[in-house]
């Protein structure tokens, strides 16, 4: 029994039992043409960072929707990013663990 061709692999003509070729000495001397090789896609670009992002990591926490409402209703009633009220947060923390504010 034959191994069945992967379904991922390039298309490939099937494999044909040894019964069913001809001789060596009937067949014809014909070299099959060359399969052009697939073009290799462009290298990908590197997705653009804001330049306020630069040098700066992610940090993600998780919340509550109701904290998540009041901390979206108190940026906008103080006309203030959700990430300029968390840096204030973070600074806090580390001003109450006498640690310098550097967020």
Known sequence: MTKRPSLFSAKTAPAAS????????EAPAVS??????P???PARAAYPK???????RV????VSPEAFRQLKRVAAD???????LLTEGLN???AARGLSRIA
């Open 18 to 25: 040894q019964a069913d070729d001809p001789p060596a000495s």
């Open 39 to 41: 073009a290799e896609p």
């Open 32 to 37: 099959a043409p060359a399969e052009p090789k």
């Open 92 to 94: 806090a923390v580390f």
């Open 50 to 56: 804001a330049t306020t992002r630069a040098g700066k």
């Open 59 to 62: 940090v993600t926490a998780y």
């Open 78 to 84: 103080e006309d203030a990013q959700v990430q300029d």
